[in-house]
């Protein structure tokens, strides 16, 4: 019975209602598996619709019906740009990332300009100074700085702030953070 129902029926013709139907279905399913960006959804759909061969529809309206679907999505609040970015620019405070990655991440989810300065100046509300505790964290996670043995933190001075760099902090932030001390070093990170 099980092969029976597994075998496709290739003669019956999709609708537009029933691929709207099934776009919305896997939009769903996506959406509770990851919960992406409004544009990660788009990119989901499109390669998804855009492999398959559908007869009845064109491939240049897969477009037009996929922004039908994301909109009712967005209306009905299972797609929000600015929380995605909330969400997601918080976890990775918590991980130790710099704003300048935050906000590379963002954009490369396509997030809208808006949110992401939202975002940032949210971040910046909370602490000014949060890309120094961001790289007082990764300087723990890495064992790299304020983290070394003091006997090799001059020899790995170099290697330490140009990896704080890759990391996006900034050469000031990251010169500050490399000349702490390591007991004070010890002191933030017990409050962290």
Wanted: with cysteine.
């Amino acid at each position: 019975i099980l092969n029976l129902i597994m075998i496709p029926i290739r003669n019956k013709k999709k609708t537009l209602k029933v691929t709207v139907e099934e776009m919305r279905n896997f939009a769903f399913r996506y959406v509770e598996k990851y919960a992406p960006s409004k544009q990660q959804l788009k990119t989901y759909l499109l390669k998804k619709y855009l492999k398959s061969s559908i007869d009845s529809i064109k491939k240049k309206d897969v477009g037009d019906l996929i922004d039908i679907v994301l909109s009712d999505l967005e209306k009905n609040k299972f797609i929000n740009d600015k929380f995605y970015s909330e969400s997601k620019a918080r976890s990775m405070v918590q991980r130790g990332n710099s704003i300048n990655k935050i906000r590379n991440y963002l954009i490369n989810k396509g997030i809208g300009d808006e949110y992401i300065k939202e975002t940032v100046n949210k971040i910046h509300n909370e602490n000014s100074d949060q890309d120094f505790f961001s790289a007082l964290k990764i300087c723990k996670k890495k064992r790299i700085g304020p983290a070394r043995i003091e006997d090799n933190r001059t020899l790995f001075y170099k290697k330490d702030i140009s990896l704080l760099a890759r990391n996006g902090f900034d050469f000031e932030t990251s010169k500050k953070v490399m000349n702490i001390k390591k007991e004070d070093f010890n002191k933030i990170i017990k409050l962290l």
